[in-house]
């Protein structure tokens, strides 16, 4: 079975992660979004809730879960039986900061990373864009697959 996992801080999950998926999807048996918790971090929209939004979007699709994570991804990996990362490539930016990174998990963990060119329409997303204008009261369900609740 070919598994990928697909990890990140998602906070929030957009567009643009959404469009890795969907690229992805028909490529493996299963994928399993991890998102990262890191203790050094606080998170602007709480974990539960980003894992719950993710999980409806892909409600479509049950060879793609979710799940929360607290160890190293390659951890993460091994304990999916996941031989695959995902990444999604917007910039050379995103490319300089992932190439040590997949050349670590490939010798410390055998696993391979696997790139999606992000479509043009989502590049300029960032989930640190989404949180400064969600914050001061924007409207940002545009560039979300999901529909926030009302309290946020
Ligand atoms: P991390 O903190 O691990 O970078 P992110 O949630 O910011 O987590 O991103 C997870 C992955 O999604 C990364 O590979 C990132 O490059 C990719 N990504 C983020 N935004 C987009 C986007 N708009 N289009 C495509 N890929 C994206």
């Not at 539960?48 to 390659?74: H, Q, S």
């Not at 304990?79 to 992932?98: C, M, P, S, V």
């Not at 963990?109 to 997303?125: D, K, R």
């Amino acid at each position: 079975m070919r598994v990928a996992i697909f990890p990140g801080s998602f906070d929030p999950f957009t567009k643009g992660h959404e469009d890795i998926i969907l690229k992805a999807v028909s490529l493996f048996d299963k994928i399993v979004i991890g998102i990262g918790r890191n203790i050094n971090k606080k998170r602007y929209f709480p974990l539960e809730d980003m894992e719950a939004y993710i999980r409806e979007t892909f409600k479509a699709y049950p060879n793609v879960v979710v799940e929360p994570y607290d160890i190293l991804t390659i951890e993460f990996a091994q304990k999916h039986q996941a031989k695959f990362i995902l990444r999604g490539l917007r910039n050379t930016t995103d490319f300089d900061y992932e190439n040590p990174i997949a050349q670590i998990n490939r010798i410390q963990g055998e696993i391979e990373s696997v790139f999606f060119i992000t479509s043009p329409e989502y590049a300029f997303i960032s989930s640190s864009i989404v949180r400064e204008m969600h914050r001061y009261g924007r409207d940002v369900s545009d560039l979300l697959p999901y529909k926030l609740r009302s309290q946020q």
